[in-house]
């Protein structure tokens, strides 16, 4: 036990020095030039291509941090505000508790409202690891910022009150974030008929507890009876509208697009009854966390 052979090619190996397997490869090497060269030439293509692997895996991470600012309404009260970009309206101030924010580029034209995301300041002396979840309501920047939070989320960053009160003082603080699953308990996806809906000749409504991390992209409205629908146009934020609406009792049909591009239709249990009007409130009897 004191040696062993390649046995190919009759070479003598120790056990104290290389192992049989990297030895043999290392008699390879030396009978072969030119092999030597191309497996070189052939480990550092590969080694390049683990690299941009990498790199590609780490661009694309759905759960890694992102750096950037976070100001706060300076002029609002604890929540969120009323006349938010998204459409939400009063409904957009209290929703999440109140921990709701705009967005710059994540408002991605309306399609980002509702989207919800961890957000956390980077100062460990006044800030937690936790940090605080927020809801996209509104689009808006300030001082090279992504987000804009309301003072009570602002605040929910910090330790502690006196923390909570040195970060308002500062008005704009270094962050990371990363989007998460938004959750309701109890909650429906639900529409809110717009206020300046007029049955039955314009129809506008806006989308309410939207669960989980995909994106709502397109919305039908489709006629029970007899089947025929309608594709929506995204008026502004959350806000679908359409002239000339089906008739009848509707059904409608949500588009929802995750962060890989894969889509699936959702059709809700309940329908929108035949006459609806406008300001009232319905219940979709579905809830979808993808």
Known sequence: MGGCFCYKYHK????????????????LLSLYPIMASSLRFLLFFSA??????????????????????AAYYPNSDENGTDTGRCGYGSF???????????????????VGCGACYQVRCTNSYYCTDKGVTIVITDQGSSDNTD???????????????????????LGVVDIEYRRVSC???????????????????????????QQGRSDITAVQLCETQNFVCKLLDRSYGAVWTTTSPPRG????????????????????VNNIPNDWKAGETYDTGVQVNL
């Open 249 to 268: 009792p509707l059904s409608l049909r949500m588009l929802f697009s995750d962060e890989n591009g894969d889509e699936t239709w959702v059709v809700p």
């Open 92 to 110: 957009g101030a209290t929703l999440n508790g109140g921990d709701v924010a705009a967005a710059s580029d994540l408002y991605r034209d309306g």
């Open 12 to 27: 003598p190996c120790s056990l104290h020095a290389l192992p049989p397997y990297l030895l043999c490869f290392y008699y």
């Open 183 to 209: 959750s309701y308990s109890n909650k429906n996806i639900t529409i809110k008929i717009d206020e300046n809906s007029n049955y039955p000749y314009y129809l506008g409504f806006v989308i309410w507890y």
């Open 147 to 169: 987000f804009i939070l309301s003072r009570r989320a602002f605040g929910r960053m910090a330790q502690t009150t006196d923390a909570a009160a040195s970060l308002l003082a």
């Open 48 to 69: 390049t291509l683990f690299f941009m692997q990498t790199l590609a895996e780490a661009a694309t991470c759905s759960d890694c941090f992102i750096h950037s600012r």
